[in-house]
């Protein structure tokens, strides 16, 4: 069974703080990653994805992979209360085309005025 | 929403009585994807599709069934309903990213209440 695990949180942070989001996964075949953004009650939106070992950035937000352990992250710098919401890491399955994703449950992020 | 419609947006329904829940894109994209997100258990994939009438199962496909007899269109039926249906239902579909492969992209979802 392959696994994407985060910390359901709620993680909770100060406006302007650096916000750090993380997920682990079971499938060492896991090519690409992926984080989403989900508002309540709105569909998942891409905010970027990873693919090689190390950091890739995008803005405030920057993405680590660690492929060695097994591990993915993703740090909202400047953190805003627009940035409040429940981010989803998501993995591409192994074994040719990563057409189907295997999802964690999210990590709900609240950032305090 | 990358050109993906969902109808209805929002249904209630009885046990036992069929649903049919349609997903429409606009891109010409070869794969799409029916997801169900519960709370406690984050999203899960129904079925997917890798082309017209080509459609495989995913980890939660019992008690659904799909179609996809045009491009365009790809059809998600709950052929009797019951309370454990009861969710938010999305489309997906995915376009090749440069390095990353297909990434998904998801519509804005029907929410299915089963009384």
């Known amino acids: 069974q392959k696994e994407v695990e985060q910390n359901s949180g709620p993680l909770s942070v100060p406006e302007g703080a650096i916000a750090s989001l993380n997920c682990t996964y079971s499938?060492?075949?896991?090519?690409?990653f992926f984080w989403y953004r989900q508002y309540s009650g709105k569909s998942p939106e891409l905010i970027m994805f990873?693919?090689?070992?190390g950091d890739k950035e995008d803005g405030r937000f920057t993405a680590q992979l660690n492929k060695a352990s097994q591990y993915v992250s993703l740090l909202i710098r400047d953190s805003q209360p627009s940035d409040s919401a429940t981010y989803l890491c998501?993995?591409?399955?192994?074994?040719?085309?990563?057409?189907?994703?295997?999802f964690g449950k999210g990590t709900l992020l609240t950032v305090n005025p | 929403d990358a050109g993906i419609t969902q109808s209805p947006r929002h249904k209630v329904t009885e046990t036992g009585t069929p649903v049919t829940l349609r997903c429409h894109q606009t891109?010409?994209?070869?794969?799409m994807y029916w997801y169900r997100q519960d709370p406690g258990h984050g999203l899960r994939l129904i079925h997917y599709?890798?082309?017209?009438?080509?459609?495989d199962k995913g980890e939660v496909s019992d008690g659904y069934s799909v179609s996809r007899s045009k491009t365009e269109d790809f059809l998600l039926t709950l052929e009797s309903a019951t309370s454990s249906q009861t969710s938010v239902y999305f489309c997906?579909?995915?376009?090749?990213?440069?390095?990353?492969?297909?990434?998904?992209?998801f519509g804005p979802g029907t929410r299915l209440l089963v009384l």
């Open positions: 499938d060492r075949g896991s090519q690409s």
């Open positions: 891109e010409n994209h070869r794969y």
């Open positions: 599709s890798y082309g017209v009438k080509d459609t």
């Open positions: 990873i693919y090689s070992n």
């Open positions: 998501a993995g591409a399955n192994s074994g040719g085309s990563n057409y189907k994703l295997t």
């Open positions: 997906a579909i995915s376009e090749l990213s440069g390095g990353a492969g297909e990434t998904q992209y």
